[in-house]
């Protein structure tokens, strides 16, 4: 996404159902909405469409905004397009904050919805196949909202990184008990890690892949 939804778009988010993230609009609207990624079609009949975890977040920061006393300045977004953003690790300048916080809260509450909602059981202990489209990012997500602390300019942290091995990343961090902490937040959201050496520079680092069963 290059740019923030429009108005009407934005209605189509804020009416979306409390609960489950389902939206309604017409077959030209839902479809850009998905191009955004703040929406998923369902793959099962009836093929609703619901939000992503970028979405939730837009309707959560609109509901916020329309809280909001008039004379305040606006909070400044986590991302110059508004949209939330998974912390990698390294982000120049991403440091904590309650606003934050909110946002991370929100993304995992979305990424919870589409497991329950795409999952043949309805559970939420394993990761969904848009996960799985999106590893580093659904990793970073998992760490961030357990609330392990991303690497920055400023502060030591977690770092996620692509690998050659189909279906998993790395995750390093430059202290044992964060890399244990690391583990522990990726096992809770139903990823399967190991540990290993590593072969340059010394130190451990994560492979983490999502669980299937």
Do not use: N
């Amino acid at each position: 996404m290059t740019r923030p939804p429009t108005a009407a778009q934005r209605r189509i988010i804020e009416a979306a159902d409390p609960e489950t993230g389902r939206i309604t609009g017409s077959p030209a609207q839902l479809t850009r909405l998905v191009v955004l990624k703040l929406a998923f079609r369902h793959p099962r009949p009836p093929h609703d469409h619901f939000l992503t975890p970028e979405g939730h977040r837009v309707r959560e920061a609109g509901q916020e905004a329309a809280r909001q006393p008039a004379d305040p300045a606006p909070e400044k977004p986590a991302a110059p397009d508004g949209v939330f953003t998974a912390r990698l690790g390294g982000e120049p300048g991403a440091t904590p904050s309650p606003a934050r916080a909110r946002e991370v809260r929100t993304a995992w509450q979305g990424l919870l919805e589409i497991r329950r909602m795409t999952s043949p059981d309805g559970t939420t202990d394993r990761p969904s196949a848009w996960e799985r489209s999106r590893l580093t990012h659904a990793a970073a997500l998992a760490l961030e909202a357990a609330g392990c602390t991303p690497a920055s300019d400023t502060h030591p942290g977690y770092r996620v990184t692509e690998t050659p091995q189909p279906e998993a990343v790395a995750v390093r961090h430059p202290t044992p008990s964060g890399l244990t902490a690391c583990t522990a937040a990726l096992e809770a959201a139903g990823w399967q890690v190991s540990e290993h050496a590593s072969t340059r520079g010394g130190g451990r680092y994560l492979l983490a892949s999502p669980r299937r069963a």
